[in-house]
């Protein structure tokens, strides 16, 4: 543990606490004292120092070497969680104020989400968004997976509307709606008739599923391989349309969630529910921990789940969690 300064020498770094804490907070998020220091435009040797401050003010060392870099300690990490949000938010405090004094008159909104997100969820939510803010200019990112985490985690996106099945512990994932996975088929098809379907009874007809990489063929891999239930893929094609194109020319089966579906499908499609087997799907809103909203991202979310972006005393700008 850091030997203890005298009174006279901690008060000095106290009365600019900010400072050692901004230079902290860049170490943990670089892992390297210089290339924190090119992010502050500060000397090497002055961010070391600010950083022995701040340890000797806690009495207990922040960062330790790993390798090549510098990692946060188990106390470390702590207060990078506790500091992050109010060096961010004292940082962006001049621009918050004057998107606070513009209101929502102007200004524009950066949101990821899939292609069934944008085309089956979103648009009462933006027609609703546009009819109360037409002057904010707002930008959909149509991203999925991989990179719709890569364009928030680099703030190039306020926010990102979509399924998660593991969430990263830098963000925040908060459920909205639920969603059935569902069988769909011709209606010509043998198991649109058969009564008590089970998971077997898929095995012998091939699926039409979306690429390996996106969460729905995670899920249907997952839940055969844990029931030991063979299955083939007869085609892989991104875009719940055009699976259901495919499944209504008899081209093979498919499992879906019950998000896509509308009336005209339920004409043309024979339509089953397998909850008995797959989890529902939720869809909610993705955001980066300690992220302050603007005014324009809080009334989108709000549009979406009110009580995501509720006011908790330190944070009123904006939403953190994780």
């Known amino acids: ?86 060096v961010e938010g004292l940082d962006g405090l001049a ?99 058969k009564r008590d379907l089970t998971l077997e009874d898929l095995s012998p007809y091939g699926l039409i599923l979306p690429p390996k990489r996106l969460t729905t063929y995670r899920l249907v891999d997952l839940v055969f391989q844990q029931n030991r239930v063979p299955y083939t893929v007869a085609l892989e094609v991104g875009g719940w349309e055009v699976i259901k194109q495919y499944v209504a020319m008899g081209l093979g089966i498919s499992i879906v969630t019950a998000i896509c579906l509308t009336d005209a499908d339920h004409q043309r499609l024979a339509t089953r529910s397998l909850a008995r087997w797959f989890p529902s799907r939720s869809y909610g809103i993705v955001m980066r921990k300690g992220k302050f909203l603007s005014p324009q991202a809080r009334a989108f979310v709000e549009l979406i789940k009110p009580d995501v972006v509720a006011p908790r005393g330190y944070d009123e700008s904006g939403h953190s969690e994780r």
């Open 95 to 193: 621009d918050a104020f004057r998107e606070q004094v513009r209101g929502l008159d102007a200004g524009e909104l950066n949101v990821a989400a899939g292609s069934s997100t944008i085309l089956y969820l979103l648009p009462g939510i933006v027609d609703a968004f546009r009819r109360a803010h037409a002057d904010v200019r707002l930008s959909l990112h149509n991203v999925t997976g991989a990179g719709g985490l890569d364009l928030l985690r680099s703030d190039a996106v306020d926010l990102a509307v979509g399924s998660m099945l593991d969430v990263p512990a830098d963000l925040t994932y908060a459920p909205v709606y639920r969603f059935e996975p569902m069988l769909i088929m011709p209606p010509e098809h043998p198991l649109a008739a």
């Open 1 to 86: 543990m850091p030997d203890a300064l005298p009174s006279s020498l901690r008060f000095a770094y106290k009365g600019s606490r900010l400072k050692p804490l901004r230079a902290f907070c860049q170490v943990a998020r670089l892992g390297s004292v210089s290339r924190a220091a090119e992010a502050l435009y500060l000397s090497q040797p002055a961010v070391s120092l600010q950083i022995q401050a701040l340890e000797r003010e806690l009495g207990t060392r922040l960062l330790e070497r790993s390798g090549r870099r510098l990692t946060p300690t188990r106390e470390g990490d702590l207060l990078y969680e506790l500091a992050r949000p109010l």
